[in-house]
């Protein structure tokens, strides 16, 4: 399939951006399902991808020959994925200078156990009826299956199906769980 104006898109319009779109989604797809990225919904990494072909739309210098563009395109993409892993892998890292022993008021709040007041409890309980109400079947298996002690290798094999759909209910299950205890 040849563009009319070529790769670059020169008339600026979303339509030429949404045609490259639906050029490449199998590639687009094919990477998110290669290199996992946790919490990446495939919604996200498709607006993620819609963005790449944006900037990647005005700053091809190459000659309008599709192979030239498809490898940038193809480089660009998996280049933003490895970027998201990195940036998600980045939040969890604590500086070592940051870490340290706990102060003696510290370990004297974490035995007190101020968590366990009845109100919160009762809090902890309604937070946890409405996040299986709000799971699907699969999720709740998923959930259960973790809470036995399961890992994701294990989940994925008793309920067969992947490891990736088991972390993508996981990560959904987390996201709704944050949403119910912030209301």
Not at 118 to 130: D, I, N, S, T, Y
Request: hydrophobic letters at 35%.
């Amino acid at each position: 399939m040849r563009l009319k104006q070529g790769p670059r898109g020169r008339d600026g319009g979303n339509g030429k951006q949404e045609e490259i779109f639906q050029r490449y989604r199998p590639l687009i797809i094919r990477l998110w399902r290669r290199y996992y990225v946790a919490g990446l919904e495939f919604a996200d990494w498709e607006q993620e991808a819609r963005m790449v072909i944006v900037r990647v739309l005005e700053v091809y210098q190459g000659s309008e020959d599709g192979e030239q563009f498809s490898g940038f395109l193809k480089q660009s993409l998996v280049n933003r994925i490895l970027d998201l892993y990195r940036a998600r892998k980045a939040h969890k890292r604590i500086p070592a200078g940051e870490i340290g022993a706990l102060t003696p008021e510290a370990e004297e709040m974490l035995q007190d156990q101020p968590w366990r007041q009845p109100e919160e409890l009762v809090h902890g309980r309604f937070c946890l009826r409405q996040l299986i109400a709000a799971c699907s079947p699969f999720e709740r298996q998923v959930l259960l299956s973790f809470n036995q002690g399961y890992s994701i290798d294990e989940v994925a094999e008793r309920l067969q199906c992947t490891k990736r759909q088991v972390q993508s209910a996981m990560g959904r299950s987390r996201r709704k769980m944050m949403k119910i205890i912030q209301s």
